[in-house]
Nanobody, 118 residues
């Protein structure tokens, strides 16, 4: 069973920055894709950014140029650097990893709250 531990959420003013981390442990198979999703109150979960094991990245249009995803394969940890935060970025940010077993098994974290408000 894979465990995901997220950290780095909090409250920040518009224009501020936060860095999220998600550490995965317990996997006996390589971790392929790692990423972040978010869910705002009353809205569906949406993709924020993903990164593959060979460091290819994908971003939602709404965060391009402001957010940067990275990972440390040795530590099985993914990071999300969030700059120029806007009130509409307020959401629970949820880590997801895909383990290379049985065609790909998805694991989700519990989420960390990011609040952008003046």
């Amino acid at each position: 069973q894979v465990q995901l531990v997220e950290s780095g959420g909090g409250s920040v003013q518009p224009g501020g920055s936060l860095r999220l981390s998600c550490a995965a442990s317990g996997s006996t198979f390589p971790i392929n894709s790692m990423g972040w999703y978010r869910q705002a109150p009353g809205k569906e979960r949406e993709l924020v950014a993903t990164i593959t094991r060979d460091l290819s990245t994908n971003y939602a249009d709404s965060v391009k140029g402001r957010f940067a995803i990275s990972r440390d394969n040795a530590k099985n940890t993914v990071y999300l650097q969030m700059n120029s935060l806007k009130p509409e970025d307020t959401a629970v940010y949820i880590c997801r990893v895909v383990v290379s077993a049985l065609g790909g098994i998805h694991y989700w974290g519990k989420g960390t709250l990011v609040t952008v408000s003046s």
